[in-house]
């Protein structure tokens, strides 16, 4: 059974800082194209930011300087590092894991609070 599992969010002030996990069991990291994604109360999921197996990494516009994510393909595991969080920040984070063109799977989310 595939699962992916995000882990460290929580409650931080604004210029505040987290690293988010996110974890696969029962499929391997190493051949996917990872992404971190985030939803806002009423509002559409967005991209935060994307991995590829090579390590290519692309970013939304609004994270760009603030955010880093990275892969450890021995602990199967992807990160997101956020700097400088803002309020607007604030949401629930999802890790997807898409293995060519068909096949993709989500976590759960972990949600993160920033506040003012």
């Known amino acids: 059974q595939v699962q992916l599992v995000e882990s460290g969010g929580g409650l931080v002030q604004a210029g505040g800082s987290l690293r988010l996990s996110c974890t696969a069991s029962?499929?391997?990291?190493?051949?996917?194209?990872v992404g971190w994604y985030r939803q806002a109360p009423g509002n559409q999921r967005e991209m935060v930011a994307t991995?590829?197996?090579?390590?290519?990494?692309h970013y939304a516009d609004s994270v760009k300087g603030r955010f880093t994510i990275s892969r450890d393909n021995a602990k199967n595991t992807v990160y997101l590092q956020m700097n400088s969080l803002k309020p607007e920040d604030t949401g629930v984070y999802y890790c997807?894991?898409?293995?060519?063109?068909?096949?993709?799977?989500w976590g759960q989310g972990t949600q993160v609070t920033v506040s003012s």
């Open positions: 997807k894991a898409v293995y060519g063109l068909l096949q993709s799977y």
């Open positions: 029962g499929i391997s990291f190493s051949t996917a194209h």
């Open positions: 991995i590829t197996t090579g390590g290519s990494t």
